[in-house]
């Protein structure tokens, strides 16, 4: 994975054209001709590591964003729309895809755009309304899932609550009664059988359930003192954000708040630090700041800091039936985050059978991107209808190139050839002769061998 070349020519255009340059002007910036930087920019060249440290410093901008840039993801994000039903009837192989990339990636990026904006019409011709929950996850990923005014305000608050205290929910909850007028009160379940909190402005009370864990009552009351103290903020991204719907503004501020929520309970610095220190071992950053399993998977997500980034994780978390009820990509462009599927040749699946335990595993995808990857099932809080205790699966991961580093993957061998395969789920799938496979791939047409049958049902045509 470390030793491919590296063809970013569409990412190298938009930074040049958005920074008003021509080709001889940015060719002369980085001491080259102008006839390679055109070569650099129509994918003919790769782009050297001098080339990319010099494009950063000028530029300002993570070198490893260049290879996420292309068009909807490159040629996996591509893939993944062309799965769409309406294609089913065109096959288009990964040579044609490309060649489409590299020759015309602003053609690409239109259809990227079209595709993800477009406007499905319902049966009686209606337009059907906007799902506020992709289009906050538009915005978060537009930001990276980092929001720098949000982590700097909440580093400056802890430290100053640290002052005070070396207890932070004890420090929160004085904060709130003094600065605020507000106690916390924690309530019996049979008073609360259906809420983990509420907020009692005639009792002047945050009440919270018993039910609750340590780090939940720590993060609930953190969460509060975020929607009081950093309103202001607050509001300012979720006007940035140019919502239609009022639902999917509210989801956004939700989101925000329990972002300066966690940024509070692990300040950007120290948790970075911390980090880098232990090789991201969760168990101890969950010691060390009091935090949560998913919490912590969710803060390595963020940590994007112009100068200060860590490594580039996403994560997914999904209930027993595959269900996605969150997916942040950060900074990875993970294809995994994307896709509506997901491979049940992928651990994340199993962790349910062993719940304590974290499943490492290093998986490499069709477009030969490796993945090391972290499972571990989470117990939900409280018992909803029918009296079932929720249960969820954490995915973590980041690309091997980064992962020798991690605790966790102490021992393994990073290369592509040690990695399992897997899909993007057996809709966008097309590797032949899976026994796992439920499904034929939308995008190639069905094969049939009356004499012989393979190890699954749906044989199909291949690349």
């Not at 059907?128 to 930001?143: C, L, S, Y």
């Not at 007028?181 to 019996?188: A, K, N």
Request: aromatic residues 8%; hydrophobic residues 45%; charged residues 25%.
């Amino acid at each position: 994975m470390a030793d491919q070349k590296l063809y970013a020519g569409a990412a190298i255009r938009r930074l040049r054209r958005g920074a008003g340059m021509t080709q001889v002007a940015l060719a002369t910036a980085l001491d080259i001709s102008a006839s390679y930087l055109n070569l650099i920019e129509r994918n003919q060249r790769p782009l050297s590591a001098r080339l990319m440290l010099l494009l950063a410093e000028r530029f300002d901008f993570d070198p490893r964003q260049l290879v996420g840039a292309e068009p909807g993801g490159g040629a996996s994000g591509i893939r993944r729309r062309l799965a769409d039903a309406m294609f089913a009837d065109l096959s288009i192989d990964n040579s044609e895809l490309e060649e489409w990339l590299g020759s015309a990636p602003n053609t690409a990026e239109a259809f990227v755009r079209l595709f993800d904006n477009r406007s499905v019409a319902a049966a009686d011709g209606a337009a059907q309304p906007t799902d506020p929950i992709q289009a906050v996850r538009r915005e978060i990923e537009r930001w990276r899932n980092h929001f720098a005014d949000l982590d700097a305000m909440a580093e400056e608050l802890a430290d100053e609550l640290r002052l005070g205290a070396g207890d932070l929910y004890g420090a929160i909850a004085e904060r709130l009664r003094v600065k605020h007028q507000l106690t916390i009160r924690i309530l019996p379940e049979t008073v609360l059988p259906d809420k983990l909190r509420r907020l009692d402005l005639h009792a002047r009370q945050l009440q919270l359930s018993e039910m609750l864990d340590p780090a939940s009552r720590t993060f609930q009351a953190a969460l509060l003192l975020g929607q009081i103290e950093a309103r202001a903020e607050i509001d300012a991204l979720a006007a940035g954000g140019n919502f239609e719907d009022r639902s999917a503004e509210k989801l956004f501020r939700r989101h925000l708040c329990s972002y300066f929520a966690a940024a509070l309970m692990m300040p950007y610095a120290r948790f970075l630090r911390a980090c880098e220190q232990n090789g991201y071992r969760i168990q101890v950053l969950q010691r060390r700041f009091g935090a949560g399993f998913e919490q912590v998977a969710h803060r390595l997500t963020t940590l994007q800091r112009v100068g200060a980034r860590g490594l580039p994780f996403f994560m997914l978390r999904i209930d027993r039936s595959g269900m996605i009820s969150k997916r942040y990509s950060g900074a990875s462009n993970a294809p995994m985050v994307e896709s509506d599927y997901r491979c049940p040749l992928w651990n994340i699946h199993r962790v349910f059978e062993q719940p304590a335990e974290i499943q490492p595993q290093l998986v490499v995808l069709e477009d030969d991107s490796t993945w090391f990857t972290l499972s571990r099932a989470v117990q939900g809080i409280g018992a909803g209808a029918g009296g079932y205790a929720p249960a969820f699966a954490i995915g973590l991961g980041v690309a091997a190139e980064y992962a020798a580093t991690l605790h966790d993957a102490r021992g393994f061998d990073l290369s592509a050839e040690a990695a399992d395969p897997i899909g993007l789920g057996c809709p966008s799938c097309t590797r032949v002769q899976c026994s796992q496979r439920s499904a034929p791939p939308r995008n190639r047409p069905l094969k049939f061998d009356e004499r012989a049958r393979g190890l699954t049902p749906f044989d199909f045509a291949a690349d």
